[in-house]
């Protein structure tokens, strides 16, 4: 079984960035798919961005130019850096890991102040 644990997030200016990392207690060499999901207050979650085991990457259209998913097998770790960050990006940020079976963790949160 697979833990997931976020850190990163934080309180930041409109404009700024962060880098959220997320963490595996195993080994995420055998996760077909890593993703960033948000979910802010009211809404639903919704996709952010992910990456498969070969490198590619995908990302929701709001977040395209501004957002970079990566990750680090050898250190079991996926990270989502997020620049010009806006307002809107306000959301407790969750790691998913897709392989036979799914994991997510607890979140992070990002506050985007105007």
């Known amino acids: 079984q697979v833990q997931l644990v976020e850190s990163g997030g934080g309180l930041v200016q409109a404009g700024g960035s962060l880098r959220l990392s997320c963490a595996a207690s195993?080994?995420?060499?055998?996760?077909?798919?890593m993703g960033w999901y948000r979910q802010a207050p009211g809404k639903q979650r919704e996709l952010v961005a992910t990456?498969?085991?070969?490198?590619?990457?995908n990302y929701v259209d709001s977040v395209k130019g501004r957002f970079t998913i990566s990750r680090d097998n050898p250190k079991n770790t996926v990270y989502l850096q997020m620049n010009s960050l806006k307002p809107e990006d306000t959301a407790v940020y969750l790691c998913?890991?897709?392989?036979?079976?799914?994991?997510w963790g607890k979140g992070t949160l990002v506050t985007v102040s105007s």
């Open positions: 195993g080994s995420i060499s055998s996760m077909h798919v």
């Open positions: 998913n890991a897709r392989g036979i079976l799914g994991y």
């Open positions: 990456i498969t085991s070969a490198g590619s990457t």
